[in-house]
């Protein structure tokens, strides 16, 4: 499937949504695999901080000087349809 990729490194990808809810709406994928939170591990710890301060890096590349919201969905039950760990960063809303 195309990709709009917006950064990449060794640890994560990150690309635009295909249905964005929000005017940035980018999805930040870990490149090692687990579905969920619930499946993360003490060995995710490192990587997981390393998505949490790249955020506000792509925060400010894409504009989003006034704040931005994240979210991770875990499980069918919290709105999970994709089942590899991502992390949703959204902002632009007026």
Known sequence: MPTDLV????HLVVFRDIN?????HLLVVPRVHF???EEMEPEHDALMAHCLRTLP???REQGLTSGFRT???TGPGGGQEIFH??????????
Not at 7 to 10: G, V
Not at 20 to 24: D, G, L, Q
Request: hydrophobic letters at 45%; proline letters at 7%.
């Open 7 to 10: 950064h990449e490194d060794q």
């Open 20 to 24: 964005p809810k929000a005017p940035v």
């Open 35 to 37: 579905a969920s939170l």
């Open 57 to 59: 890096q792509l925060a």
């Open 71 to 73: 979210v991770i969905n």
């Open 85 to 94: 760990l991502h992390i949703h960063l959204m902002g632009g809303f007026r």
